[in-house]
């Protein structure tokens, strides 16, 4: 779970947050196959401006993901 959501949100970083989001609730969709929904979802997505182009070429920060 956390691992694929990691990986979505790599391949997503060039994208809006908007965008991102809807990859997200993409993947989720096809892993959930159709199964009903039984709780609510809530999905954030902040974009943050690295202070120099040199943080850039680091790469992205380590993020801490809570369960979803």
Same mark, same amino acid.
Request: some cysteine; aromatic content about 4%.
């Given at each position: =779970?956390?691992?694929?959501?990691?990986?979505?949100?790599?391949?997503?970083?060039?994208?809006?947050?908007?965008?991102?989001?809807?990859?997200?609730?993409?993947?989720?969709?096809?892993?959930?196959? =159709?199964?009903?929904?039984?709780?609510?979802?809530?999905? +954030?997505?902040?974009?943050?401006? /690295?202070?120099? /182009?040199?943080?850039?070429?680091?790469?992205?920060?380590? +993020?801490?993901?809570?369960?979803?």
């Amino acid at each position: =779970g956390e691992e694929r959501l990691r990986d979505v949100v790599r391949t997503s970083l060039s994208l809006s947050a908007r965008d991102i989001c809807r990859n997200i609730v993409d993947r989720l969709d096809g892993f959930t196959a =159709g199964s009903p929904q039984w709780d609510d979802i809530t999905l +954030a997505v902040v974009k943050v401006k /690295p202070e120099s /182009p040199d943080a850039v070429k680091k790469g992205p920060a380590a +993020a801490a993901f809570s369960t979803m």
